[in-house]
């Protein structure tokens, strides 16, 4: 493949194609926060906190790092006062979800995040999709999936699959930024083998 290259904050990077913009920031020791990305997985852009700034051809515009793909002569800003913003509000939106989560809390000590901003959800997950994905796509298993859309969209494991994969496993848990995971498992594990109770005659 032939060498692309491009500029990153000033600086000239050399790149192959196929290469995200997160790939090769982070090979040429450039950081991109994420909070969805795993090298493991496919690129998935849920979070959106890698937002950076482009320019080709006179055109400004921002996009996902984790997605979008190198291309030759680009221009590529990931700090200025505008994404600043951007990653803020995502913060502030994500953390009026998991607000005891500490990846978001020391994000937003680098971006002044408020998580007193919008009004609690008590939830405690942001849909970062990387327990789903991993399941899916590195242990086949497809144990744990997204459930309903929109607002109402969560995470929920697959009883009749958790019950025989999960307990053994849980090489997903790690990977949650919030913790929310570990919650929803016991949780799962519960509904699904409920305790039983007997009582003395």
Known sequence: MSEILLQIDGKEVAATEGMT??????????FIPTLCHDERLEGY?????CTVEIEKRGWTQ??????????????????????DQIRKMLLDLMLAHAPESLALQD????????????EKEPDFCILCGLCVRYCA?????????FADRGVRREIQFIP??????????KECFPL?????????????????FPPIFTSEE
């Open 21 to 30: 913009l997160l790939e090769v920031a982070q090979k040429a020791g450039i």
């Open 45 to 49: 852009g849920a979070c959106r906190i």
């Open 62 to 83: 921002y996009v996902a790092a984790c997605l979008y793909p190198v291309e030759k002569n680009l221009v590529v800003r990931t700090r200025s006062e505008r994404i």
């Open 107 to 118: 994000l937003a000590k680098q971006y002044g995040a408020n998580q007193e901003r919008f």
């Open 137 to 145: 796509e590195v242990k086949k298993k497809h144990a744990v999936s």
């Open 160 to 169: 009749e699959i958790a019950s025989k994969e999960c307990w053994n496993c």
């Open 176 to 192: 949650c930024p919030t913790s929310y995971l570990q919650a929803a498992y016991f949780l799962a594990e519960g509904l699904a």
